[in-house]
């Protein structure tokens, strides 16, 4: 079972209002209990861009999910699968080190967001799906953060061919085996062409919430 941290000090608002963009608060800190709150309330953070700038704290008003019926797996994506083997939690902070490899185009992990993971993941909130080799080596994989019904994606990256695409393939084998698929909510933030390609989806802001209320009363999958 997780362990529930002290809670946080800081106190996120409500943000299903109109008033609000994607944006919806700055500052705080990536304590435990002060992400856990902002995921149980709908909202993630991010680092601004220099390390001086206040974290930034996002709920999307068009909110990026896959449903757990709606993962697209092709030909190809099923033929890809063959060549890895899922693991989960074996390599955590490899994963984390790989999406935030500064090499990529457009990363934003940094060093507190490593560490800030790597303390939710120790504590048994946050999880790493891993595509290897058949001769072990990691190829890819994903991480996020799972309260009850709720897996928020946060990255993923691969090394080989369709690696990070085998690794949700399974997470959502993972889900989908813990029961009530039809309340489970697989989280990623923002909708990307790449990310519709495989099945994500887009609703508002207001129905994510009514969801995540729903979805954080079922039992963790991990």
Do not use: N
Request: net charge negative.
């Amino acid at each position: 079972m997780p362990i529930e941290p002290p809670s946080s000090p800081w106190i996120f608002g409500d943000p299903d209002d109109d008033r609000l963009d994607d944006l919806v608060a700055m500052g705080a800190d990536l304590a435990p209990g002060t992400l856990l709150a902002a995921y149980r309330g709908g909202i993630f953070p991010m680092p601004g861009r220099r390390r001086r700038d206040p974290l930034q704290w996002f709920s999307p008003v068009r909110r990026g999910v896959l449903p757990l019926d709606g993962l697209r797996v092709t030909r190809s994506l099923a033929k890809s699968a063959r060549r890895f083997e899922i693991r989960v939690d074996t390599a955590f902070d490899e994963v984390v080190a790989a999406c935030g490899d500064p090499a990529r185009d457009g990363g934003w992990i940094d060093d507190r967001i490593a560490t800030a993971y790597g303390e939710l993941h120790r504590l048994g909130w946050a999880h790493s799906v891993e595509a290897w080799t058949l001769d072990g080596r990691l190829a890819g994989g994903l991480y996020g953060v799972a309260i009850g019904g709720l897996f928020a994606g946060e990255s993923m990256f691969h090394r080989e061919r369709d690696a990070s695409k085998v690794a949700l393939l399974g997470l959502v084998e993972v889900l989908r085996a813990a029961g009530s698929a039809g309340s489970r909510l697989l989280d990623v933030q923002w909708r990307t062409d790449h990310l519709a390609t495989l099945g994500v989806v887009e609703i508002p802001r207001s129905e994510y919430l009514r969801r995540l209320g729903d979805a954080l009363a079922l039992p963790d999958p991990f």
